[in-house]
């Protein structure tokens, strides 16, 4: 039938073009939606000196637009020198900014900025749910709260009493989500959940009704699988390199500004970049299963060195394949939602292998017995 010709190329091509998208649902899944990996990502925004020192420049101008620097110094100045409090102010910010770079290097202010990101992110996923209770005090909003870091800066210049004990409401809070967002962040969770899985399942569906589809050319379409994983793996390597060159671009013009968004988005988007360099490994896989499989000679001949020990040693071989899923295994967290991908992937692993196993054994049969044809 001459729709056999065209039809599983096009399943293929359909199936890759949906794995880019469900990639890139994967990455947003794995860091917007959950707290361990958003509290790790914060953690190592704070961890670069980029970051760290805009950060510093932020919290610094907070303390000064929160509380009256040149009163307070006024207060601890000698009476000949309570003129001064102001430019002495001045004078002092940059230094304050120095200084709190330095506080902020140390873990205990660290352990502060990462649970004051674990809280703010389990507020999100809190809202997200339809906990509304949970953020009263923020008026419906989802925030990143500062204000114990603000405190540990102000202290550490020599400021407290009710100066800080006065401290606004909002001073040193940055809104990460607005409570008008609120229906339309729930819609997108709920289709971000739903695909996660549903896209995965959906390429493999596509996948496998190409190869089943091209009789006669199966292992052709097999290795088509292959190389369009390894290119959806590649365009989002590419995506996450120029896309933060764009990002950055976009926000600002200010070079001063640009290293410290740029190493945001390059922390930020870490795990697609895990998400990239994985599908590119499974498209390698599935290429190299393919090929073993092959009628050429070096295929041929492989299948002919490995056929005794499959033969005979099968052991052998599932604890190499063995070796190589568990190599795949520890090279990326194994939490929840990279479960069931992962028992996916083993699955089709022995699946494949006992396949070629029993196709090997009939095509190199032990001494006296009748070689069956490939098939």
Request: proline share 5%.
């Given at each position: 039938?001459?729709?056999?010709?065209?039809?599983?190329?096009?399943?293929?091509?359909?199936a890759?073009?949906?794995?880019?998208?469900?990639?890139?649902?994967?990455?947003?899944?794995?860091q917007?939606?959950?707290?361990?990996?958003?509290?790790?990502?914060?953690?190592?925004?704070?961890?670069?000196?980029?970051?760290?020192?805009?950060l510093?420049?932020?919290?610094?101008?907070?303390?000064?637009?929160?509380v009256?620097?040149?009163?307070?110094?006024?207060?601890?100045?000698p009476?000949?020198?309570?003129?001064?409090?102001?430019?002495?102010a001045?004078?002092?910010?940059?230094?304050?900014?120095?200084?709190?770079?330095?506080?902020?290097?140390?873990?205990?202010?660290?352990?502060?900025?990462?649970?004051?990101n674990?809280?703010?992110?389990?507020?999100?996923?809190?809202?997200?749910?339809g906990?509304?209770?949970?953020?009263?005090?923020?008026?419906?909003?989802?925030?990143?709260?500062?204000?114990?870091?603000?405190?540990?800066?102000?202290?550490?210049?020599?400021?407290?009493?009710?100066?800080?004990?006065?401290?606004?409401?909002?001073?040193?809070?940055?809104?990460?989500?607005?409570?008008?967002?609120l229906?339309?962040?729930?819609?997108?969770?709920?289709?971000?959940?739903?695909?996660s899985?549903f896209?995965?399942?959906?390429?493999?569906?596509?996948?496998?009704?190409?190869?089943y589809?091209?009789?006669g050319?199966?292992?052709?379409?097999?290795?088509?699988?292959?190389?369009?994983?390894?290119?959806?793996?590649?365009?989002?390597?590419?995506?996450?390199?120029?896309?933060?060159?764009?990002?950055?671009?976009?926000?600002?013009?200010?070079?001063?500004?640009?290293?410290?968004?740029?190493?945001?988005?390059?922390?930020?988007?870490?795990?697609?970049?895990?998400?990239?360099?994985?599908?590119?490994?499974?498209?390698?896989?599935?290429?190299?299963?393919?090929?073993?499989?092959?009628?050429?000679?070096?295929?041929?001949?492989?299948?002919?060195?490995?056929?005794p020990?499959?033969?005979?040693?099968?052991?052998?071989?599932?604890?190499?394949?063995?070796?190589?899923?568990?190599?795949?295994?520890?090279?990326?967290p194994?939490?929840a939602?990279?479960?069931?991908?992962?028992?996916?992937?083993?699955?089709f692993a022995?699946?494949?292998?006992?396949?070629?196993r029993?196709?090997?054994?009939?095509?190199?049969?032990?001494?006296?017995?009748a070689?069956?044809?490939?098939?």
């Amino acid at each position: 039938m001459a729709w056999r010709s065209w039809v599983p190329w096009t399943l293929v091509v359909i199936a890759a073009v949906i794995g880019l998208v469900a990639a890139l649902n994967v990455w947003v899944k794995r860091q917007a939606l959950s707290t361990d990996n958003w509290t790790n990502a914060s953690t190592q925004l704070l961890e670069n000196d980029q970051i760290r020192g805009a950060l510093s420049v932020y919290l610094v101008n907070q303390l000064y637009a929160n509380v009256d620097v040149p009163a307070a110094l006024q207060e601890r100045l000698p009476p000949q020198a309570k003129g001064l409090a102001a430019p002495i102010a001045g004078a002092l910010q940059q230094a304050a900014v120095r200084g709190t770079d330095a506080l902020l290097e140390r873990p205990k202010v660290q352990a502060l900025w990462r649970e004051a990101n674990r809280r703010a992110h389990k507020a999100l996923i809190a809202l997200i749910d339809g906990h509304n209770n949970l953020l009263v005090s923020s008026n419906g909003n989802v925030v990143l709260d500062l204000k114990p870091l603000l405190i540990q800066i102000a202290q550490q210049f020599g400021l407290s009493g009710d100066r800080l004990k006065n401290l606004p409401p909002d001073a040193a809070q940055l809104t990460i989500m607005k409570g008008s967002q609120l229906d339309a962040a729930r819609n997108a969770v709920k289709v971000i959940r739903v695909l996660s899985y549903f896209l995965l399942f959906l390429v493999l569906a596509l996948f496998a009704a190409a190869v089943y589809l091209a009789e006669g050319r199966r292992l052709t379409l097999l290795m088509a699988c292959g190389v369009s994983l390894v290119i959806v793996g590649l365009i989002v390597l590419v995506v996450r390199r120029y896309g933060g060159n764009y990002l950055v671009d976009a926000l600002t013009n200010d070079p001063t500004q640009k290293k410290p968004i740029s190493a945001a988005w390059a922390i930020e988007t870490s795990l697609l970049r895990n998400v990239g360099v994985n599908t590119i490994i499974y498209g390698i896989g599935i290429m190299f299963a393919a090929w073993i499989a092959g009628a050429s000679r070096a295929a041929t001949w492989v299948r002919r060195m490995l056929a005794p020990t499959m033969r005979d040693h099968p052991v052998i071989i599932y604890g190499a394949v063995s070796l190589a899923l568990f190599i795949i295994l520890i090279a990326g967290p194994t939490d929840a939602q990279r479960i069931f991908p992962l028992l996916i992937l083993f699955g089709f692993a022995f699946a494949g292998t006992e396949a070629l196993r029993r196709r090997t054994a009939r095509e190199f049969p032990a001494a006296g017995q009748a070689s069956a044809p490939a098939g």
